[in-house]
């Protein structure tokens, strides 16, 4: 695949560089703040941008903007966003566009070499990703009260891989039952939540996040 | 603490008004009463000099002036809700003559003196306009009643010319009262403006007010070098040592990965680990300066300690000399520590290599004293480096000082005072 990498960090930056090398795929441009990104998406229109939220000037959220700029400018542009930290809120603005081909994930998930590079792969395809860290924090912050205390453990595993992006497939696969069963619980689980029943699996993170934090 | 002219004409609220009003009553009492008191201590006092009973009189009457003036305090606080706070008592020093001097020349009895007595024609006419104001509101208001009330041919009322032919002609009575007791308040409001003003000049002593600016303005300060040190902290830990360790992560999964496949291609491996392992010791490294940037580990065991080891591992040429009676509070310690840190920079950057440090404490003072033989010059330039450290020395009330002519040397004093 061919890749733009925007990072101020230079340690870091060179690390990603020489992991997608080693793996194959090529850095067309790896830029250090939100402008150069900009530049570098318009012109080389890569398969998938990977972009660090804070870069300077005020290191705050300047690489959020940009890759929420850039899906707008051009829907289905593929940007994968890194955070240090869970900021669920960041994590809500990026997904509030279009869906599909965004993922929000953390530094950390870089050590996990190959999940990372899965994730990449599924951003670049189109679909939606969420680190399980974030998904985790979001189920913590909700607390026990509710309807999400109704279903049954089975159902918040579930509902956590629907979180991530995961589709019907890949969560069958994950947690070893069949493709119906896990139609059956998706149903059910929108059905206790009070969710509109939604096919589209990116449009169904947005909504469970939307769910898990108000 | 300058007054602002009422933003708004209008009090905040009924209660305000009551008790402003309440507060033109007393007070607009009080006046005459305190005054008389103190004219007659006065005169009987200077009448009296000759004998030191005159003194004593004198001594009374500023007493009780300033209690007067206390209670005036109090009474702005309950009713105007303008809390001020005490003076502080009068510096007394043993010995008879010194406690006259004391009381007599007591200043902040003297202001209270000039607050009575400018307050008694302003409270009188207070009391009389706000009082006649309102009462003629109340007249006129409750007219088309009293109209009602008095006989066929006397209609007018005895104050105010108040005076209506008709039934209906008093309901313009009525009207012009409702404006006026509407804008009762309001005119109450603003000649307790006038009082506030004078409370705050006169009533608060001044010195009590310089102390508590200058504590305003140096907490600001204390916080905003707080806050920006901490900043400074988590950028440093997130772009030095985090950076550091996320690489080096990175690198171990990939070795992982290449020692899981079918095929381990050693070198590549090799090289991997060979990374990681830079990357790990270059964390170390961004931790340990870190770590002395925000509190260095040789300060536990005094100035002398550490400001020899901060010399000797900066490179720094210094001779430290540190001649303290006692250890003083290790708040000071910190500030002294990175006052001498910055100067000791600066010398081996603008003096000639060499500087000599001394710390001592004499006459309750913690002096740090910086001298080297550089080209002089420096003087204390708003936002450069001296200044900084000026800054940072006045939360703890210090100051520096700066002797730097031209062809050196150059000496720089900062002298903090030691509690207790």
């Excluded at chain 2, 032919?165 to 509407?182: I, N």
């Excluded at chain 2, 905003?224 to 999964?253: P, Y």
């Excluded at chain 2, 899981?260 to 491996?269: M, R």
Aim: glycine share 10%; net charge negative.
């Amino acid at each position: 695949m061919r890749i733009v990498i925007a990072e101020d960090s230079a340690i870091l930056r060179q690390g990603l560089v020489e992991l997608l090398g080693l793996r194959g795929h090529q850095v067309v441009e790896a830029v250090k703040n939100a402008d150069d990104l900009r530049a570098a998406v318009r012109e080389h229109r890569p398969d998938v941008s990977i972009v660090d939220i804070r870069m300077p000037p005020t290191h705050t959220d300047e690489g959020l903007r940009a890759a929420i700029e850039l899906r707008a400018e051009r829907p289905g542009c593929a940007i994968l966003v890194f955070s240090q930290y869970v900021e669920t809120n960041y994590a809500k603005q990026l997904l509030a566009g279009e869906a599909g081909a965004v993922g929000y994930l953390l530094k950390d998930r870089v050590a996990e070499v190959s999940d990372f590079l899965t994730a990449l792969e599924r951003v670049a395809a189109g679909e939606t990703v969420l680190d399980p860290e974030v998904v985790r924090q979001l189920f913590a912050a909700t607390g026990h009260a509710g309807p999400l205390a109704e279903l049954t453990p089975r159902e918040r595993e579930i509902l956590g891989l629907m979180a991530q992006g995961r589709s019907n497939s890949a969560i069958a696969a994950e947690t070893f039952l069949s493709a119906g069963s896990v139609e059956k619980y998706v149903t059910s689980i929108f059905g206790k939540l009070g969710l509109p029943p939604s096919d589209e699996d990116n449009r169904r993170v947005l909504a469970v996040l939307r769910y898990l934090d108000s | 603490m300058n007054p602002a002219f009422p933003r708004a004409l209008w009090p905040a609220s009924g209660r305000q008004t009551l008790g402003e009003a309440l507060w033109i009553v007393v007070t607009g009492l009080l006046a005459p009463v305190a005054v008389v008191l103190l004219l007659a201590g006065t005169v009987l006092g200077l009448a009296l000099t000759p004998v030191l009973l005159g003194f004593l009189v004198l001594v009374g009457m500023l007493r009780v002036a300033r209690g007067f003036g206390g209670v005036h305090r109090r009474l702005a606080g309950r009713l105007l809700g303008l809390p001020l706070p005490p003076p502080g008592p009068a510096g007394l020093e043993p010995g008879l003559w010194n406690w006259l001097v004391a009381r007599l020349g007591d200043r902040m009895a003297w202001r209270s003196v000039a607050y009575l007595l400018l307050r008694l024609p302003l409270g009188l006419i207070m009391l009389f306009a706000s009082g006649a104001l309102g009462f003629f509101g109340l007249a006129s208001f409750s007219y088309p009643i009293t109209w009602l009330m008095r006989g066929p041919y006397h209609h007018g009322l005895p104050v105010y010319n108040i005076d209506s032919q008709s039934w209906a002609g008093s309901l313009v009575w009525c009207a012009g009262g409702a404006l006026v007791l509407l804008v009762w308040p309001a005119f109450v409001h603003v000649f307790t403006w006038a009082d506030r003003l004078l409370l705050r000049a006169l009533v608060v002593d001044p010195q009590l007010r310089e102390r508590v600016r200058f504590l305003e303005e140096t907490r600001a300060t204390a916080l905003d070098d707080a806050a920006e040190q901490l900043r400074r902290i988590e950028r440093d830990l997130h772009d030095g040592a985090q950076a550091q360790l996320v690489a080096m992560a990175m690198k171990l999964g990939l070795a992982k990965e290449e020692l899981a496949a079918g095929e381990i291609d050693l070198d590549q491996v090799r090289a991997l680990v060979d990374a990681a392992h830079a990357n790990a010791k270059q964390a170390l490294v961004e931790l340990r300066d870190l770590a002395r940037g925000i509190h260095p580990a040789a300060l536990d065991k005094g100035l002398s300690t550490a400001l020899s080891t901060l010399a000797s591992s900066a490179g720094f040429a210094a001779t430290v000399s540190v001649e303290l009676s006692r250890r003083p509070p290790p708040s000071l310690e910190t500030i002294v520590y990175f006052a001498a840190a910055e100067l000791m920079t600066n010398a081996s950057k603008h003096g000639a290599g060499r500087c000599a440090v001394l710390v001592d404490d004499r006459e309750e003072t913690l002096q740090l004293t910086v001298i080297d033989h550089g080209a002089g010059g420096a003087e204390i330039v708003p936002g450069g480096g001296l200044a900084g450290i000026a800054e940072r020395l006045r939360p703890a009330d210090g100051e520096l000082t700066v002797s730097s002519p031209r062809g050196g040397p150059t000496v720089v004093a900062a002298v903090l005072p030691l509690p207790g």
